[in-house]
T-cell receptor, first 112, second 115 residues
Framework: SQQGEEDPQALSIQEGENATMNCSYK?????LQWYRQNSGRGLVHLIL?????REKHSGRLRVTLDTSKKSSSLLITASRAADTASYFC????????????FGSGTRLLVRP | KAGVTQTPRYLIKTRGQQVTLSCSPI?????VSWYQQTPGQGLQFLFE???????NKGNFPGRFSGRQFSNSRSEMNVSTLELGDSALYLC??????????????FGPGTRLTVT
């Protein structure tokens, strides 16, 4: 079963705009990771945020984590057509750090 | 450094047959995990191996099994294939020793179609 849900399920924006995706989860975690997947291919690791961190940046990506609300958000700034993909959050089930539980994903379309 | 490789990339099998998928992790990574991705169920964890031992297991029937070799390469086997086993099977590797801090790196996947 999936740990949580992602919101929205699909997002369509214009190139240059910012994209925000949200992820909620159910149980306590050690870390939360975000991945990108292009059209049925493998997952590309984007960023890992630990449970004691509140915000992390990597290039045009900004991730926040609110453990009190069991939620995280991924912000992609100045989006590009190449950012078109599905984005997944994944958490480590408490006590099982190598068993990732994925959200349902957000399909992002960036229109040129 | 070479990434995670999976073979074969595509596979077509018939119901009732069995299949073996292979995964070679990134050099130095000792943990290998397997995931199944389907449109209906999304990404689901199958199992994880570390130093040739299964360390974690998901909620899949016994038809799904795996193993890891001394060089960290891993195989997963599915016996008595069912139509519902059609999926993208993803393998991920990580160092496997830093609880809560490891990033997992995924291979391109093996797309299995059962007819």
């Amino acid at each position: 079963s999936q740990q949580g849900e992602e919101d929205p399920q699909a997002l369509s924006i214009q190139e240059g705009e910012n994209a925000t995706m949200n992820c909620s989860y159910k149980t306590s975690i050690n870390n939360l990771q975000w991945y990108r997947q292009n059209s049925g291919r493998g997952l590309v690791h984007l960023i890992l945020i630990r449970s004691n961190e509140r915000e992390k940046h990597s290039g045009r990506l900004r991730v926040t984590l609110d453990t009190s609300k069991k939620s995280s958000s991924l912000l992609i700034t100045a989006s590009r057509a190449a950012d078109t993909a599905s984005y997944f959050c994944a958490t480590d089930a408490s006590g099982s750090s190598y068993k990732l539980i994925f959200g349902s994903g957000t399909r992002l379309l960036v229109r040129p | 450094k070479a990434g995670v490789t999976q073979t074969p990339r595509y596979l077509i099998k018939t119901r009732g047959q069995q299949v073996t998928l292979s995964c070679s992790p990134i050099s130095g990574h000792r943990s290998v995990s397997w995931y199944q991705q389907t449109p209906g169920q999304g990404l689901q964890f199958l199992f994880e191996y570390f130093s040739e031992t299964q360390r974690n297991k998901g909620n899949f029937p016994g038809r799904f099994s795996g193993r890891q070799f001394s060089n960290s390469r891993s195989e997963m086997n599915v016996s008595t294939l069912e139509l519902g086993d059609s999926a993208l099977y993803l393998c991920a590797s990580s160092l496997g020793v830093a609880r809560g801090q490891d990033e997992q790196y995924f291979g391109p996947g093996t797309r299995l179609t059962v007819t």
